[in-house]
């Protein structure tokens, strides 16, 4: 999927979590979103071309020499692991009150973007980093065809939606 899509399907997850669940006080709404638009295109940090990768050069030059694209990245534990690591990093540079919720909104995002990758051909490896693990996938649509020009529309008509029944 293309970063604008990833950007969408973060937004509609945002979103639904921020109108369902407490998950981030109404003075923690902001961070989390942001947070979130972040994670939904953070994985993609291991691909030189990506969004994210263009924009952190260095970081995503080490991330890249140390897995492949749609390796360890677009992995539901590592994502994990590392947003846990961001709470805790956080709270030792003294955002305790913002902490949880950048990192559970980046974990949000970033998982949004591991679920719109399984549409796509190549699949996410859910069950890295356990060696030769199968890859999963929903659907084999094809990054910037149709079908995800369609999706791209009808994640933003939803989460324009999910954003006026807020306001």
């Known amino acids: 999927m293309q970063y604008k899509t990833h950007f969408a399907?973060?937004?509609l997850l945002t979103l639904a979590v921020i109108q369902h669940t407490d998950i981030a006080a109404p003075d923690q709404i902001v961070p989390f979103a942001v947070a979130a638009m972040i994670g939904s295109v953070a994985p993609d940090i291991d691909h030189k071309n990506s969004f994210i990768s263009n924009r952190l050069k260095p970081f995503g030059f080490l991330v890249r020499r140390t897995t492949t694209h749609r390796g360890?990245?677009?992995s539901p534990l590592i994502i994990f692991l590392f947003s846990l690591l961001m709470y805790y990093g956080l709270e030792l540079a003294g955002f305790s009150s913002s902490a949880?919720?950048?990192?559970?909104g980046f974990?949000?995002?970033a998982i949004s973007h591991v679920l719109l990758d399984m549409l796509?051909?190549?699949g996410v490896p859910l069950l890295f980093p356990v060696p030769k693990a199968k890859r999963f996938r929903l659907a084999r649509i094809r990054t910037g065809?149709?079908?995800e020009k369609v999706i791209f529309i009808v994640l933003t008509l939803f989460a324009f939606q999910f954003l006026l029944n807020m306001i």
């Open 107 to 109: 974990f949000i995002g």
């Open 100 to 104: 949880y919720a950048i990192a559970s």
């Open 120 to 122: 796509n051909t190549q």
């Open 72 to 74: 360890a990245t677009h």
């Open 145 to 147: 065809g149709l079908i």
């Open 9 to 11: 399907g973060g937004a």
